[in-house]
């Protein structure tokens, strides 16, 4: 790679890590799915390559998100829920982990594409979790199973926990929509940085791209919460972003079914040692499963 490249490189590199640092404060979830699809568009990364990143810029990013609401109010954060959430979320980044040297990258891919779909009708409110009233000695076992949930999905998608944290938090956590979103949080940032140190210890974490990623992302936090409070509806900004969520999960799915090549194959040519044979017109297809 020539400097100039080398230096175009490092360029479209901050601006993604600015652009995520935006769109992870606009939305208080939605940072990975929008690193993950950019990168795998613009630099062709498999998942399993840009997870350690992600997650390493999603800690970065949520550590300033998380310090700032403690600055402001700091009994926004339920510990005691926060806690429980984050023990089971280190065994479920653990297993996670394990989960991800075993599927495939296709495995992976069409897991993300469901994510997708699922996080962008949530954000458009077409998805909406059920709620009913949970007894208080079931909050705490609620909080360890949806923190384990978020600790695997984090490991296998290179995902925050706020898209599933923040929800089952408000519902059945009882708590605000403040402090669902700060308990969140408040468990995921040690999540995330856990993760990202299980890829670097396999040396699937380039510490040239977190430098180039880490510092903008900030910045690009910084101005995402500016114009989030101050000029555009929140539900404007939810719904926009929930159907690009969608559209690339379908493109993701459509990539990803059993492909039958363009036209019919002319011919297909079986050899044997005593004769070639020439059969009949028919598709080819990929089994992809």
């Not at 062709?44 to 609401?69: H, T, Y």
């Not at 996080?119 to 076992?141: D, H, N, Q, S, T």
């Not at 609620?142 to 296998?156: C, P, Y």
């Amino acid at each position: 790679m020539t400097d100039r490249a080398a230096s175009r490189d490092g360029q479209n590199l901050m601006g993604i890590g600015f652009l995520t640092g935006v769109v992870s404060a606009l939305f208080a979830a939605g940072g990975g799915p929008f690193f993950s699809i950019v990168m795998q568009w613009r630099y062709k990364r498999s998942i399993k390559e840009i997870n350690g990143a992600a997650l390493a810029l999603l800690a970065g990013v949520a550590s300033v998100n998380l310090s700032v609401r403690w600055l402001i109010e700091p009994k926004d954060i339920a510990f005691g829920i926060g806690i429980v959430a984050l023990v089971f979320g280190l065994i479920g980044s653990q297993f996670g982990k394990w989960l991800e040297t075993r599927c495939n990258t296709r495995q992976l891919a069409k897991g993300f594409a469901f994510l997708l779909i699922i996080a962008g009708l949530r954000m458009m409110k077409v998805c909406i979790f059920p709620a009913f009233p949970v007894p208080e000695m079931l909050v705490f076992p609620i909080a360890g199973v949806v923190g384990f949930i978020a600790g695997t999905a984090s490991q296998l998608f290179g995902m925050g926990g706020g898209l599933v944290l923040v929800p089952v938090f408000a519902l059945y956590g009882r708590l605000s929509a403040n402090e669902a979103l700060a308990t969140s949080l408040f468990a995921s940032v040690p999540m995330m940085f856990y993760g990202s140190n299980l890829y670097h210890r396999e040396g699937r974490v380039k510490g040239d791209d977190i430098r180039q990623l880490l510092l903008p992302g900030l910045a690009g936090a910084a101005v995402g919460a500016f114009f989030s409070r101050q000029f555009i509806p929140d539900q404007i900004l939810q719904t926009v972003f929930g159907t690009i969520l969608i559209a690339c999960a379908m493109k993701a799915f459509v990539e990803y079914l059993p492909q039958f090549k363009k036209g019919v194959a002319t011919a297909v040519v079986e050899s044997s040692p005593k004769r070639t044979k020439v059969l009949p017109n028919r598709p080819l297809r990929q089994n992809f499963f």
